[in-house]
């Protein structure tokens, strides 16, 4: 039987659990969080940054699958802008209330592919949209830019599982993706912020923006900035997701 991770949870009503993101920089032995939080105060970037970890700086979004900073940016769009602005590796990762896990990465503008476990949980897809998962063919890229490109061909596994969603959540896989990239295992529980998040950095720890600003001015401008982001949706994670009719299947089938 599978159990949940810390920072999920089940509903009484069989509904899914949490939803939440992250856009990862790799550090290259130089990049600080001081640099990256400037460039998200630009952005005017809603959530979490912590400290270097295993060579990543983690930029947590709030939001997690909505828009979290200007230009209608969810955190495919935040990990893209920093990736490009810093000319290094990012990836954003998203799960979408424990049924959707994205996975988005980029060397410097160059996007090296996306991931997507059910492209037909995405907000806007019709019954024509397929369910299996999308774009693990890009497990090799993926693994080469987290500099484990031994962990390609099982990551490739990981990401082609159909996994049952009555008994396994998305944050299991995720939580496999992230120890075969060796980034921090501690983002599957980032739904528990603003409390501590378990086995990871302390909410102290982390410097907390508002739309682009710290302390009690950001907690004011990132109030009303949620208010007007909420009735903005970020691009979709896959343009062209995958459909029952260009493969000439019935979707009723399926």
Known sequence: ?????????????????ETYGAALLRTNGGLTRDVVVAALRGL??????????GGWITAIAEPGAGVAAAGRRGV??????????FELTGFALRVRQDRQLVIAAWTGHDELGRYSSDPSREPGADDEVLSEPHGAEHAGAFAAAAGRPDAADELAEVLEEELDSDSVFESERLARVLDLLGMPRWIVAVAALPRDIPTGPGRRELVRLGAGSPGVLGRARGRAAASARRRMAPPPAIADPPRGDDLGIDPWLL
């Open 1 to 17: 039987m599978a159990l949940p991770l810390p920072g999920t949870s089940h509903e009484p009503d069989g509904a899914a659990g």
């Open 44 to 53: 005017r970037f809603t959530g979490w940054v912590a400290e270097p970890d």
């Open 76 to 85: 495919l769009e935040v990990a893209a802008a920093l990736a490009e602005r």
